[in-house]
Structure formats: C-alpha cells, structure tokens
C-alpha cells in the first residue's frame, strides 16, 4: 500500500490515509487502496475501526481535482459510482467506525467522514462541501448522507454556500459528537473504540445493521427489523454470559464474539 496504512492494536483497526503532501486527498489509487484495506480487515478479530489522515492538518482534503478536472460526463458518473463503492463498504461494514477528522474535511473528506459511524475531530478540523465553487455537486455522497445527519435545511445551507464551518460549529449541528485538543484526538478515538470492542461483538454489530437498516424503512417495518436482530442475539455464548454475569453480580468473563 502507497497511500493507505492499517494497524491492529488488540481489537481495534486504525485505518490512515496518508498522501500528506496532497492534503490526503482522494484519487483512485487512494480509494482503490481503501477498498482493498476493508476487504482485508479481519472482522474474526478487530471489532471497532477508526478512519483518520496523517499530519496534523487535514484528515481528507477531498477529492483530488487534477483528476477531475478533464473528465467527461461518463466518466464523472464513473469516478463518482468508484468513490460511492467504497464509502458505501465503509457505511455497511459490519463492526463500527469511528471518523478521527484531524483537520480539513472537505468534498469527499466531508463525504468519507459521514460514511462511518461516529465522527469526532480536533478543535482545528473544518468541514465543508465546497462543490458548487467548483462547478459540480457532491459526488461521492454527500447531498445524501449529509441531509440525513443535520436535516435537509442545515444540508442545504452548507452546499449551496459551499461554505467551510469549524469544529464548533460541526458540533453544534451534530455533524461531529465531540471536540477535542488535536493531540487528544487519537487517544480520545482510541478509547472509545476499545469501549466499543469491550461489548459483545454479535451484539454491537446487529445493533449497527438495526439502525441503518430501520432508517432506510418506516417505522411498522423498522421495528420489525429490530426484533429479528434482537432474537438473533439469544442462544449465542456472549448472551448467556452477559446475563449470568448481570444476574452473579459479576463482570463478564469475556465476550467471544460467539
């Protein structure tokens, strides 16, 4: 890998994207690096991933627009269906991820940061979906995900102004959960992804597939969505040994993801 760097501390896997000389921006070599780290994670043994760039200033500046700038209409819809493939991987992956943004989050930076699960960044990260300036829409996402996560009015304020908001601001919307000191980031994401692979692994993931199954259904169907996943949890070792430790009084043993 060139561009892409995975590391496996106990449970937890930290993908880092690392063009820092180009901000870490995307381009295909990049995101056909991504796919090929996701495939390879081993979902046996990693239970949390957290997604982050290298350096201090940018987490993904977006995508990488000498490599836009001369194509066609066909092959825009293709680099755009390229970039959905794998965010669309990252979104469905079954254990959660969690977005460490260390600085610029732009275009397809917003876009891979809205892919994960949970989003924290440092004080000095800036998100925006800049497109509009550029001559074309979000195309990796982000008119999709980013309405979702703080409401149409607020998703179109942002693309239509094409205009950066900082952290603060990110938080207040609810586009990031928190906000911490850049040299916190890293030591803040990584525990909370080792308090995610503490918890019972089959139920962490059917509690991921249950929410972003239930959001794309009504509420009748989403329910329903919801029950198989919890009856699935039942007769699995992690099940007996979560209640008899409740019931003993005591900690559990250990979750085996069984």
């Known amino acids: 890998m060139e561009f892409i760097k995975y590391e496996v501390e106990g449970a937890v896997g930290v993908i880092t994207i690392d063009r820092p000389k180009a901000l870490n921006a995307l381009n ?8 090929a780290t996701l495939d390879a994670v081993d979902l046996a043994a990693v239970r949390c991933l957290i997604l982050t760039g290298s350096g201090e200033k940018s987490f993904v500046a977006g995508a990488d627009i000498g490599e836009m700038s001369t194509l066609t209409k066909a092959e825009g819809e293709a680099f755009g269906k390229k970039g959905n493939d794998v965010f669309r991987k990252l979104e469905t992956l079954p254990i959660p991820v969690i977005a460490a943004v260390n600085g610029f989050a732009l275009g397809g930076g917003c876009e891979i940061s809205m892919s994960c699960d949970i989003r924290i960044c440092s004080d000095n990260a800036v998100f925006g979906q800049p497109e509009v300036g550029l001559g074309i829409t979000p195309g990796f996402g982000g008119t999709q995900r980013l309405a979702r996560l ?5 998703a179109k304020q942002m693309i239509y102004t094409a ?3 900082k952290a603060d601001e990110a938080l207040r919307i609810g586009l990031v959960n928190a906000v911490y000191p850049l040299a916190e980031l890293m030591p803040a994401a990584k525990k909370m992804a080792a308090g995610i692979a503490k918890n019972a692994p089959i139920a962490v993931r059917n509690c991921k ?7 794309e259904a009504g509420m009748d169907e989403a329910v329903v969505i919801e029950e198989k996943l919890f009856g699935d949890c039942f007769e699995s070792y992690d099940q007996k040994e979560g209640m008899a430790a409740f019931l003993e009084k005591r900690k559990v043993e250990a979750f085996l993801n069984k």
Not at 209 to 215: C, D, H, R, T, V
């Open 163 to 165: 205009r950066n908001i």
């Open 209 to 215: 597939k249950a929410i972003n199954e239930g959001l």
């Open 28 to 35: 295909s070599a990049v995101l056909a690096e991504l796919d």
């Open 150 to 154: 703080v409401g149409p009015g607020m």
